[in-house]
């Protein structure tokens, strides 16, 4: 078991990867928008498969700095650009990434999660800090957090402190009174101690510490080890 320090008073946790697996709804909301979008933008589905427009996406966003940080909106962007390329309305963009979010946040939390999160939130104030697009309220941990902090809202992604920023802000603590637990050693661990934070590295799938990274202050395997 690992002890949360008694100086924590918040802890902040990611989302994806943490606290459910991300890959299988990201692919199974993809899925379900090209279907959607193969009864109105017929060309565009014919063009491109998920992995070209996740290519293409990926391009946007480097060539697109301003908004790559903003999921949804870069989506909607992409959307804009091919729906007029291949001859297609644009207006539509909106509506597929509002389909899509549907799917978004269809979430299915690993076992330990509610009954960890249940048992801290008696203790602590508990943050949601997440790069994705998933709205809490509309998942099976609906109520559970305190706050919910996204990087649309904080206007950079993680590595990028503005995140944990926000936390310390919305809060009204000092970085060193907040524990932040995630699945990633540089967006999570790393940038979370950058900033001051105390971190912990939820290692579900032991994989090994990256050698370039100074290692994480505590590691565990699932939540059902963690005390307060």
């Known amino acids: 078991m690992s002890k949360i320090p008694k100086t924590i008073k918040i802890v902040s946790f990611d989302l994806d990867d943490t606290l459910w697996p991300c890959m299988q709804t990201i692919m199974h909301a993809e899925e379900q928008l090209m279907q959607w979008l193969k009864s109105r933008a017929r060309q565009l589905t014919e063009a491109h498969t998920i992995h070209s427009m996740r290519e293409h996406r990926r391009q946007l966003a480097i060539s697109e700095p301003a908004i790559s940080h903003d999921l949804n909106l870069l989506r909607e962007t992409q959307l804009r650009q091919l729906l007029l390329e291949f001859g297609h309305d644009p207006g539509i963009a909106a509506q597929a990434v509002d389909y899509f979010q549907q799917f978004r946040n269809l979430v299915y939390p690993y076992p330990d999660v509610l009954p960890a999160l249940t048992r801290l939130k008696a203790e602590y104030l508990l943050v949601s800090v997440t790069n994705g697009t998933t709205e809490l309220e509309k998942t099976p941990l609906k109520g559970i957090f305190h706050h919910s902090i996204n990087a649309k809202q904080a206007g950079h992604a993680k590595p990028h402190p503005a995140l944990f920023e926000r936390v310390v ?52 395997f699932s939540l059902s080890e963690l005390q307060g």
């Open 169 to 220: 802000e919305i809060t009204g603590n000092n970085p060193n009174q907040v524990l932040h637990i995630g699945d990633d050693p540089l967006r999570d661990v790393e940038s979370a101690r950058n900033f001051g934070l105390h971190a912990l590295w939820l290692n579900r799938h032991a994989m090994p510490w990256p050698d370039d990274i100074e290692r994480a202050e505590i590691e565990i």
